[in-house]
């Protein structure tokens, strides 16, 4: 796994923790065997990383060490770029862009963005490869994402209400809620696997939305163009809401006030394309 920084058009390794080797599993390197909806990693696994991760940077180096530390591990990492927000903060929306611009030669079929206040619980990567492969019109997918501080609670479990806030499924782990992949409305670009057709179909981000209003925008798009959005529970990841975002409340509430009512003039005020697809049976 090559990890990198990007700061100001220029890429630089990520030497500020030790990444460890990804432990690859003994598996024949060639066609893989999908045995109904078992998503079990040897299942999936091709002999080769499939994922390259985006991580949009802002705040905390240490999260994003522990974050990196558990991308790592992770044998269906092909290449990490992180986006360094710090000095010259673009906004989540133009990292995020700027990013996939950067790893879009790659040879994966997948980009995953992922936030830099999160850490791999359970599963990883590659039950959210594994639904990309048994549901070939899945466009992006999204695991389960847990409170950091009490991963008994779950935080996201795909998008159901995206005007004028995000409503998320939520529930609680050890009672088995939210145990089932689902078709969804829209995802938190949290933690999200992307397909690379499905980018190369609709193309990046919408950049007018600087933090927020980005990701159920790029779901409704996905939707439009007929692309599915899928959560995939197999894949566990904890977040620390709102740490990654490194805005005072004030200054959060004006940006999130200016993103949605982008959203609002592009999906409602021109007509009725966001009450179909908000009314849409998943």
């Not at 030790?18 to 045995?35: G, L, R, W």
């Not at 999260?63 to 903060?89: F, H, S, Y």
Request: with cysteine; hydrophobic share 35%.
């Amino acid at each position: 796994m090559k990890t990198q920084v990007l700061v100001d058009g220029k890429t630089n390794p990520y030497i500020r923790t030790a990444i460890k080797t990804p432990k690859v599993p003994s598996q024949d390197p060639h066609e893989p065997v999908f045995n109904g909806s078992d998503l079990s990693f040897g299942e999936i696994f091709t002999g080769g990383p499939s994922v390259d991760v985006v991580i949009p940077h802002y705040g905390d180096w240490d999260d994003l060490d522990l974050c990196i530390g558990t991308i790592g591990e992770d044998p269906c990492v092909g290449d990490v770029l992180v986006i360094d927000n710090n000095q010259d903060n673009r906004g989540f929306t133009k990292a995020v862009n700027e990013g996939i611009r950067h790893l879009w030669d790659s040879a994966s079929p997948y980009i995953a963005v992922v936030n830099n206040d999160t850490e791999i619980i359970e599963g990883g990567f590659a039950p959210l490869v594994a639904r990309m492969v048994i549901e070939p019109n899945c466009g992006i997918v999204a695991p389960m994402s847990v409170v950091h501080d009490n991963p008994d609670q779950i935080q996201h479990a795909g998008g159901e209400q995206a005007f004028p806030n995000g409503i998320h499924r939520s529930g609680i782990r050890s009672l088995g809620q939210c145990n089932e992949p689902s078709k969804c409305k829209w995802l938190s670009f949290v933690v999200v696997l992307i397909r690379k057709d499905a980018i190369f179909d609709i193309g990046l981000l919408d950049e007018k939305m600087f933090l927020i209003g980005s990701d159920s925008d790029y779901c409704f798009r996905m939707r439009y163009s007929g692309w599915d959005c899928w959560y995939e529970p197999k894949s566990v990841w904890s977040h620390k809401c709102g740490e990654s975002s490194g805005a005072t409340s004030a200054e959060s509430a004006n940006v999130q006030r200016t993103d949605m009512f982008h959203w609002y003039r592009k999906w409602i005020k021109q007509g009725g394309l966001y009450t179909e697809l908000a009314n849409e049976v998943t």
